[in-house]
């Protein structure tokens, strides 16, 4: 039978009338060559619209000019598809999903079309399976139960003959694999690696590190199939082989020793530091040459294993030792390609155990870096040397010049690096040169830098001062520039080095002091620097007597120019810009609060009656000012001057100099200058540590701004003076020791009608603090111990967090909790931050008048590689005598 009308148009035709038949055509083919047949010679009523192609759907979505009118033609389009996927033998399907994968890419849902991939994915054409993987990757995650369908077309395709459907299947294994889904096919991938074929070697590789990553518990499975991939010649085959035992020896220390122990022709330090060399010295290849060097990228990655294998390794080190120098030494550094293989060969020198000339020709690598144009090279320079310095100082310390001038970089990144570097390079030859560029960079810096800076110089001036007046000049700079900026325990820390001081140098304090107070009255920008303000008051109230007593003209005042430009003052002028001070509308509470405290201890220092009036009169008016708090100090100061006058030389006198700050502390503020919980902040974390409290009669107290509170005696529950001083034989000539005298050093004089309290109190026993550790938490690698300082009613535990995980954990925050009877006090951490090896402090002061068992409920939340934990614990084990 003949089709003459139709044999022009129509495809498929009996063998004997049809010379265009091929017997190649499959069954799939001759479907698509049929339904175009009949889309040219239906009725338009029953002939299906072709779907628009691709580019012509991107011309119209880049045609929209409003988001609604874009959303319009999706929402055409997506609707279209829709209406073809309800067909089961759809020959557009391929081209819709491509579309589909488009809008998904441009933030439309496309989930409709999970199940036409998994269609298309067991089409026998490449050209399906190329379109339908694609689409699993990106609409497919495990979260998706359709993916579990996916598996029997990956380990069918897995056995595939053609190599590029191999590589498609190992492909979207990788990337959607579930922990699941990679135990059943992880066999599969093994045995890929041994293949003969390079392409699907690496393909397989690179899908075992994925698997790896997910399943780390497969690793064992792969750790026999990675010797062969180090003796191929391929380059992509060796850069996946490499990462691939990167990423194993980087999570499995048992893994690291096992190719640390290899030996014979399987040993791997030979063969990478055999195959680098080959790199180096290879001629020209257009197929591996990137900018003059012969395949960077595999090096790159060589060098890192190298410093993995190469750390605490001494034997190792030594075999890569020659080969880093080679690498260090003939590399190009006119491109970016070599500045990154040096940067990689420098990290690799630092972290083993090389020799102190390869370490020296490592951070001369780096001083180059830093007068590279490029910011990101000086910046990776600086962060480099950063984590180095500590290994070879010395050797820093020679581009110590070109590291200041990066203090001058106009980027806030490279300020901020070259500032810490800067503070790291300090030591007793160079502190003058240091501080003294350090300042000036402080004077200049943005106000995000000067807490950070002002609290690191205090410290490095307390370690390496050459001498206490250097000290002093040095921390009264930093009150001047950092203006406002300066960390609160900044001004404490002053003080206590001022009361420390000989006579000598506090009558010099005080001086220098008085200048600087005298200048921001006159010039009224005394709001700038309040902690200079807060400083000065206390040391001229302590020593007025020095500043205003001609026995201490003697005294230089020479300042560093050599110029002497100080005038003693009159007490009337002193007081005069006391008044000034204290009249001002734009000083902080506190700041008043200091200069009016040290306004009457003026009166014991000053000895003229009309200097003693007119302090009497300033002090009087607070007696009715509006904030309660000057209100109160002003009526209990004027107290002295009226039936308590006799008390007032003896609780206004100049007090013993300050004990400095103990080991835990001195600690705690240098490993974390700038805390990500500051003590002012401790108080926002109330509700979380109500969460942690569970409805049970457990109390947190996280409040470090305010004393504990001292109990009332059984006469009287007022706070007011005359009642605190009711009772007292006034008439008793016997005076009070020096020993009682008041201190504001810390500003603690919150409860101000405390002010005479414990004031003929006995003197307190001292017994010799008893330490104990407690163990409180060990899961994942991090040991929680609590050092406990028996003693007393309060009890000071030190909590030291220790890290024993292989990765370093971040956002570390330590929360506690006990009964409502006790008082905890909880002081700034170490830090946020625990290394691998290290360890973060923090120090509690728990009060327990009761003297009752103490029970402390802990929570102790951080995140390891981004992944928050959360663990909580009460501690009871606590000795019975820990308040005795």
């Not at 080190?317 to 940067?343: C, H, P, R, W």
């Not at 690799?348 to 590279?372: P, Q, T, Y």
């Not at 300042?439 to 800076?453: G, M, N, Q, Y």
């Not at 209100?631 to 007032?648: D, N, P």
Request: aromatic letters at 6%; hydrophobic letters at 40%.
């Amino acid at each position: 039978m003949a089709y003459p009308m139709y044999e022009v148009d129509w495809s498929v035709l009996p063998p004997e009338q049809n010379r265009r038949f091929n017997p190649a055509f499959n069954i799939a083919t001759i479907k698509q060559v049929v339904n175009e047949a009949i889309e040219r010679v239906a009725p338009v009523s029953v002939r299906m619209q072709t779907p628009t192609r691709l580019r012509d759907l991107i011309r119209q979505i880049r045609a929209a000019r409003t988001a609604a009118e874009e959303r319009s033609v999706v929402n055409k389009e997506c609707a279209y598809i829709r209406s073809t996927f309800r067909e089961e033998d759809s020959v557009w399907r391929c081209r819709n999903i491509a579309k589909l994968l488009y809008i998904h890419m441009l933030g439309y849902p496309a989930h409709f079309g999970q199940l036409e991939c998994l269609k298309l994915i067991a089409s026998p054409r490449f050209t399906d399976k190329r379109v339908g993987y694609l689409g699993a990757m990106l609409l497919l995650d495990e979260r998706q139960d359709v993916h579990l369908l996916i598996t029997n077309c990956l380990k069918n395709d897995l056995n595939s003959n053609t190599q590029f459907v191999v590589g498609l299947a190992l492909c979207t294994l990788g990337a959607i694999a579930s922990p699941e889904m990679a135990r059943d096919l992880a066999s599969e991938v093994e045995r890929l690696i041994k293949s003969p074929n390079a392409y699907i070697k690496k393909k397989a590789a690179l899908c075992a590190f994925r698997i790896i990553r997910r399943v780390p518990d497969l690793m064992e499975m792969f750790l026999p199939a990675t010797r062969s991939l180090l003796t191929e010649k391929n380059h992509g085959v060796l850069i996946t082989g490499v990462t691939l035992i990167t990423e194993m020896c980087e999570n499995s220390p048992d893994t690291l020793n096992h190719f640390k122990k290899e030996s014979g022709q399987r040993e791997i330090v030979p063969n990478l530091v055999r195959i680098l060399k080959n790199l180096i010295l290879a001629g020209y290849s257009p197929e591996h040459d990137v900018s003059g060097v012969s395949d960077p990228f595999l090096q790159v990655k060589i060098l890192r294993l190298l410093r993995i294998l190469g750390k605490n390794d001494a034997e190792a080190s030594e075999a890569m030792n020659d080969i880093l120098a080679q690498v260090a030494t003939n590399t190009e550094t006119s491109k970016n390609v070599g500045n990154t293989i040096l940067y990689e060969t420098v990290l690799s020198i630092m972290d083993i155990k090389s020799e102190s000339s390869l370490r020296v020709l490592a951070i001369n690598i780096l001083g180059r870096f830093l007068l590279n144009n490029d910011k990101n090279i000086r910046y990776v320079a600086l962060n480099t040397l950063l984590r180095t310095v500590h290994v070879d100082t010395s050797a820093v310390q020679r581009h110590r010049t070109t590291i200041l001038e990066c203090l001058k970089d106009p980027d806030v990144s490279i300020r901020r690096r070259a500032m810490e570097l800067s503070f790291a390079l300090i030591n007793g030859q160079n502190i003058r040169a240091m501080m003294k560029e350090l300042l000036a960079f402080l004077e200049r810096s943005d106000a995000e830098f000067k807490a950070h800076c002002s609290s690191a110089m205090v410290l490095a001036a307390e370690r390496y001062a050459p001498s206490s007046k250097w000290h002093l000049d040095t921390l009264f700079q930093v009150l001047l520039k950092a203006g406002n900026y300066l960390r609160d325990d900044t001004v404490s820390n002053t003080i206590q080095i001022v009361s420390a001081a000989p006579g000598e140098r506090q009558a010099y304090a005080s001086m220098r002091l008085w200048t600087s107070l005298e200048r921001s009255a006159v010039c009224a920008d005394a709001t700038e620097k309040q902690p200079l303000i807060q400083v000065a008051a206390w040391t001229i109230g302590e020593y007025g007597d020095m500043l205003v007593s001609e026995a201490s003209n003697a005294i230089s005042m020479v300042d560093d120019d050599g110029v002497d430009d100080f005038t003693r003052p009159t007490e009337e002028y002193v007081i005069d810009i006391y008044q000034k001070l204290l009249w001002s509308t734009q000083l902080s509470i506190t700041t008043k609060e200091y200069l009016l405290l040290s306004l009457a201890k003026l009166s014991t220092r000053f000895t003229t009656r009309p200097s003693q009036d007119k302090i009497r009169v300033i002090i009087d008016t607070f007696g009715s000012h509006i904030h309660i708090e000057l209100q109160q100090r002003g009526v209990e100061l004027s107290q002295l001057y009226k039936q308590y006058a006799h008390l007032r030389p003896a609780l206004l006198e100049r007090m013993p100099p300050m004990e400095a700050a103990t080991a835990t502390d001195r600690e705690r503020d240098d490993s974390d200058t700038e805390s990500e919980q500051p003590q002012t902040n401790i108080q926002t974390e109330q509700n979380p540590l109500l969460d942690l409290i569970n409805g049970s009669e457990l109390l947190s107290n996280g409040d470090v701004e305010h004393p504990p509170a001292t109990t009332t005696n059984n006469n009287s529950n007022t706070n007011d003076i005359l009642d605190l001083l009711s009772g007292l034989d006034l008439s008793s000539p016997t005076m009070p020791t020096p020993s009682v005298a008041v201190s504001v050093a810390n500003n603690n004089l919150t409860s101000p009608s405390l002010l005479l309290d414990g004031l003929f109190a006995p003197e307190p026993t001292v017994t010799e603090p008893q330490e104990c550790v407690v163990r409180a938490l060990e899961r994942n690698g991090v040991l929680v111990e609590l050092c406990a300082l028996r003693g007393g009613d309060t009890a000071t535990l030190t909590m030291r967090a220790r890290s024993h995980a292989a990765d370093t954990i971040t956002d570390f925050l330590f929360q506690a909790a006990v009964p409502r009877t006790f008082r905890l006090d909880m002081m700034s951490p170490s830090g946020t931050v625990l290394t691998p090896q290290g360890e973060i402090t923090q120090v509690l002061k728990i009060t327990n008048p009761s003297k009752t068992p103490l029970r402390l409920r802990i929570r102790v939340s951080y995140s390891i590689d981004g992944n928050p934990i959360l663990e909580q614990a009460e501690v009871n084990n606590f000795p019975p005598d820990l308040f005795n």
